[in-house]
């Protein structure tokens, strides 16, 4: 299992990013995905999440209303559309899944790092 996130990077106060993850190795229309963040001192936590087909949907209540999790199972893409980002928004994205392979395992991506800084 292969999870490689991108676009990250600096972006003023209320402006917007994109992020991707590309996944590989398992069955990706299968299993649901979920963006986690982790900023300087903190612990991570989970930012959205999004079930195998696309029609159940999650949000931390911190960016309810600003960010948007997608997903193409045709791409074997996960995506993140962030708007209105505030500078508590700084962190490491990361990417997750958990995929069953006798056994459940839960992988990650190496992170991206998004700077919300005037």
């Known amino acids: 299992v292969q999870l490689v996130e991108s676009g990250g990077g600096l972006v003023q106060p209320g402006g917007s990013v994109r992020l991707s993850c590309a996944a590989s190795g398992f069955t990706f229309s299968s299993y649901p995905m979920s963006w986690y963040r982790q900023a300087p001192g903190k612990e991570r936590e989970l930012v959205a999440a999004i079930n195998s087909a696309g029609g159940s949907i999650n949000y931390a209540d911190s960016v309810k209303g600003r960010f948007t999790i997608s997903r193409d199972n045709a791409k074997n893409t996960v995506y993140l559309q962030m708007n209105s980002l505030k500078p508590e928004d700084t962190a490491v994205y990361y990417c997750?899944?958990?995929?069953?392979?006798?056994?459940?395992?839960?992988?990650w991506g190496q992170g991206t790092q998004v700077t919300v800084s005037s």
């Open positions: 997750n899944a958990e995929v069953y392979n006798k056994g459940w395992f839960r992988y």
